[in-house]
């Protein structure tokens, strides 16, 4: 069965502190992780797609890297508009279904 | 990007009616889109998935007659929630493909009283 981890569950930063999210996945023939945030009482946003160990892709203060087993988003000197649930995703097999995470909260306080 | 919409954005309604969600794709076609729920501080939930012009696959343990899907152009899929009850109250939120990615639409809160 397909599985996706995210660690940690909730996490708080100072503006400015860089960090790390993580998640790790289990599956059968990954086609492709997907990294989305959520703000409260919305629908997710879509932020990027990796479909190779190795590939790394960037977007503002954000950096989304993937090995064989997990994947990295990187924040480097958040606001506090960067707060948000970021969710994990991947696809696997033939499906064209997301396995979803159960998130990270993060909290940038100014 | 690409846009999906979801209409209406919140209801409220008694137990024992039913309610229809409409999910659309603005700028794109959308032979696939799929219907997820989400409890507050969890993660989202498949429910199904619609294919244009098909009957949608549901996920194990949601009951289809229950909650209809409707996927009948390339750009409006629904979802009727019949017979609603108080335990059917969530927040509920469509997305598309377009082509490889998901894009979801902002979601529709309904309580049923």
């Known amino acids: 069965e397909d599985q996706v981890t995210q660690s940690p569950e909730a996490l708080r930063l100072q503006e400015g502190e860089s960090s790390s999210l993580n998640c790790s996945y289990t599956?059968?023939?990954?086609?492709?992780l997907f990294w989305y945030r959520q703000d409260p009482g919305k629908g997710p946003e879509f932020l990027f797609t990796l479909y190779s160990a190795g590939e790394e892709k960037e977007k503002e203060r954000l950096k989304a890297t993937l090995t064989k087993k997990e994947s990295f988003l990187h924040i480097t000197a958040p606001k506090p508009e960067d707060s948000a649930t970021y969710l994990c995703?991947?696809?696997?097999?033939?499906?064209?279904?997301?396995?979803f995470g159960q998130g990270t909260r993060l909290t940038i306080n100014p | 990007g690409a846009v999906v919409s979801q209409h209406p954005s919140w209801v409220i309604c008694k137990s024992g009616t039913s309610v229809k969600i409409e999910c659309r794709s603005l700028?794109?076609?959308?032979?696939?889109m799929f219907w997820y729920r989400q409890f507050p501080k969890q993660s989202l939930m498949l429910m199904a998935t619609s294919n244009e012009g098909s009957k949608a696959t549901y996920e194990q343990g949601v009951e289809k007659d229950k909650f209809l899907i409707n996927h009948a152009s390339l750009t409006l899929s629904t979802l009727t929630v019949t017979s609603a009850h108080p335990e059917d109250s969530s927040f509920y939120i469509c997305?598309?493909?377009?082509?490889?990615?998901?894009?979801f639409g902002p979601g529709t809160r309904l309580t049923v009283t």
């Open positions: 599956v059968s023939g990954l086609r492709g």
């Open positions: 997305s598309a493909l377009s082509p490889y990615e998901q894009y």
């Open positions: 995703a991947v696809q696997a097999g033939g499906a064209q279904k997301l396995v």
């Open positions: 700028d794109f076609q959308a032979t696939t």
